[in-house]
RNA sequence: CGGGGUGUGGCGCAGUUGGUAGCGCACCUGGUUUGGGACCAGGGGGCCGCUGGUUCGAGUCCAGUCACCCCGACCA
């Protein structure tokens, strides 16, 4: 019997789910709204956590690790922090457990009541500037350019597997340093660091952009981000890096002497991204039969079948299947033969189709006779037998060429998505019946976004970069506007 | 927190007007197979989410409760 799986034309959601169920990525946890990475998701994760980590250290910064608990009065400092997360935090109360003396069952010791609650964190900008304060008293000490890779939990309501979970996985820049503009700078570099990545690795366009007032990070002056377009048209924030300014400095009393010996306070920024990029990864690229995974990041490449009758054939096939491994290897490719003898070719197909490696190769006995391989691309599912000869060339060229394929299908798909509209009628028209990326004017004002948002359930995703000003008029109040703004419904 | 849905072997499900639990996949054994998710034969595995009630008898009826999933509000 074949795995099922939903069309992802039929419910996108349903799809998304089980795909990421299916292919062996995750699963639900015992925990609401915790899932369980498995290896093979954590593996895409390792890979992606490798690249931008040589990433962050080309750019000059290192990583370091602060402490998952913090204490309640830190959160308490900076006051649109708060705000931002007070709401969906878990809290420690206590740090003892005992067993009740009536009925044995293991209870809260109601006698290990901590004096101060501890939050689990749901981002570090506070232990983190608690502890700066610390390490700088001179502009000698700046810049600090700190990264951490860590988990942390925010209690949503709705999560979703990979998209939004109680508990996740990235990882937090947080840097402080002598002057506003240096931090801007240092705010969009980073920026430049991940929309580089999310392309380049992840074959996922994205649109660099500033967030409005109503979306930008709790505690922030600017919030820059990367926004990328799934295949159901809905938009998904890959990537924000802030520029805080000096509100946490201040909050925190973090003050430097400068080379004329004044007392200055500190400017900082924050950037992350999290195991959202594998959602985004799965979502942007992978069609009915499975994953489609981009080979700069799949865990495994190549994948070889053998397909024989005999025992000689088999043997005959593996050495030949364990030479061409060699030789892929030799290119830093990772191969994976397969030479279970307890599952039949069809089912190691489908099998790894649905977990998206790039590139598979079947040998069977016609091949041995010919000097040849059957060749099969995941992305356009296209098959063809090559001569061995110079093969893991062929191969290097076409795990590049699927790589520029399936950006190029993405960037694509982007494109038709994305619409240049002018009245709120045709602003409607398009969210209900073609979605995607809508530009438009906008008054600039947050009661419009508000009532954009009520209306429609679009929210502003960005004001991008690298987009000329043009004079119009806001699709909802008709009121002057200098530059079009990127509509979308979103994640 | 509102609306909807689901809880029955590892997974996916069926179970009629109440009569003591079944199917597919997976698993184990043996054999035949292997160029797109094989077939045959045999086998193992379940306090039917939990609690209470009605009844001679409850997977099924009633009440309560818990958990999870989906759709909203909230968010990386």
Redesign the pocket.
């Known amino acids: 019997?074949?795995?099922e799986i939903t069309s992802r034309t039929d419910d996108y959601?349903q799809w998304y789910?089980d795909l990421v169920l299916k292919a062996g990525l995750a699963d639900?946890s015992a925990v609401?709204g915790c899932m369980v990475i498995k290896p093979y998701g954590y593996s895409i994760w390792e890979k992606i956590q490798r690249q931008l980590d040589d990433m962050f250290k080309e750019t000059g910064h290192e990583n370091a690790y602060f402490p998952l608990f913090i204490p309640k009065s830190f959160f308490t400092k900076e006051a649109s922090h708060v705000e931002g997360f007070a709401?969906?935090c878990a809290v420690v109360t206590h740090y003892r457990l005992k067993n009740d003396p009536i009925t044995n069952e293991i209870i809260v010791d109601p006698d290990a009541k901590l004096e101060e609650e501890l939050i689990v964190r749901p981002t570090s900008e506070t232990i983190i500037w608690n502890t700066y304060r610390d390490w700088i008293k001179s502009y000698r000490d700046l810049p600090i350019l700190v990264n951490q890779w860590a988990n942390v939990v925010?209690w949503?309501?709705?999560?979703?597997l990979f998209?939004?979970?109680t508990e996740?996985l990235w990882q937090e820049g947080h840097t402080a340093h002598a002057t506003s503009d240096e931090a801007q700078e240092e705010t969009i570099k980073m920026l430049n660091v991940y929309a580089s990545f999310v392309e380049e690795y992840m074959a996922v366009p994205v649109i660099k952009g500033i967030k409005t007032e109503n979306e930008r990070?709790a505690g922030a002056i600017e919030t820059y981000c990367i926004e990328a377009l799934m295949q159901d048209g809905k938009a998904l924030?890959a990537g924000?890096s802030h520029f805080l300014g000096q509100n946490f400095a201040k909050a925190f009393d973090v003050k430097y002497t400068n080379n004329e010996g004044k007392q200055e306070f500190v400017w900082a920024t924050s950037w992350g991204v999290?195991?959202?990029l594998i959602g985004a990864l799965i979502m942007a690229h992978s069609d009915d039969e499975g994953l489609v995974l981009p080979p700069k990041l799949a865990p495994i490449q190549v994948v070889i079948v053998p397909?024989?009758?005999t025992q000689e054939q088999f043997d005959e096939i593996s050495l030949l299947a364990n030479t061409i491994s060699k030789n892929l290897k030799a290119k830093g490719i990772s191969v994976k033969y397969d030479n279970r003898e307890n599952q039949?070719?069809?089912?190691k197909?489908?099998?790894y189709?649905?977990k998206g490696v790039p590139v598979r190769i079947?040998i069977?006995?016609?091949?041995l006779e010919n000097g040849t391989v059957?060749v099969?691309r995941r992305d356009t599912?296209e098959?063809e037998t090559l001569q061995i000869i110079d093969l893991e060339i062929k191969i290097e060229n076409l795990l590049e060429r699927i790589q520029t394929n399936i950006y190029q299908k993405a960037l694509d798909y982007r494109t038709e998505h994305t619409t240049v509209v002018d009245t709120f009628d045709e602003f409607k028209k398009v969210l209900e019946n073609k979605t995607g990326f809508i530009s438009a004017h906008w008054d600039g004002t947050s009661e419009t976004e508000k009532k954009i948002k009520e209306l429609t359930?679009a929210t502003i995703r960005c004001i991008p970069l690298n987009q000329n000003e043009e004079n119009g008029v806001c699709i909802l109040t008709g009121n002057q506007s200098k530059q079009r703004v990127l509509f979308a419904k979103?994640?």
């Open positions: 019997m074949a795995k959601s789910n639900y609401r709401k969906e925010r949503e309501m709705r999560t979703r998209l939004r979970t996740f990070f924030q924000t999290s195991t959202r397909i024989y009758k039949r070719p069809g089912w197909f489908a099998e189709e649905m079947a069977g006995p016609k091949d059957e099969a599912k098959k359930k979103a994640y």
